[in-house]
């Protein structure tokens, strides 16, 4: 199980931090990522980390201003995000991966993953 939380509304320029802990068979994660929905528009990946090692992956749109994280002791990985723009606007979705996953990609595709999120709301005021 996830569960998302830290969305809410913010201006532009501001950051958040999203939190997402996991409960439940967290022994058997390989990697969890954030993907995003923003009205009208397909979900898309924002984000990923390996659990063990700590590599991350970033979609091009958010690289240098988010930055996610994990801590393995609490089962919860983070997105933080800074200098927010009004097309960061979107659900934002935790999913975790119980397969290992390699290449330059890893953990970029929805089928990546097992387990998702219920979706915490970002909106960014422009």
């Known amino acids: 199980q996830l569960q998302a939380s830290g969305g809410g509304l913010v201006q532009a320029g501001g950051s958040l931090r999203l939190s997402c802990a996991a409960s439940g068979r967290t022994f058997s994660i390989y990697g969890m990522g954030w993907f995003r929905q923003a009205p009208g528009k397909e979900r898309e990946f924002v984000a990923a980390i390996r659990w063990s090692g700590g590599s991350t992956n970033y979609a091009d749109s958010v690289k240098g201003r988010f930055t996610i994280s994990r801590d393995n002791a609490k089962n919860t990985v983070y997105l933080q995000m800074n200098s927010l723009k009004h097309e960061d606007t979107a659900v934002y979705y935790c999913?975790?991966?119980?397969?290992?996953?390699?290449?330059?990609?890893?953990?970029?595709?929805?089928?990546?993953?097992?387990?998702w999120g219920q979706g915490t709301l970002v909106t960014v005021s422009s």
């Open positions: 999913a975790a991966g119980t397969r290992p996953r390699g290449g330059p990609g890893y953990y970029s595709g929805s089928s990546d993953y097992d387990y």
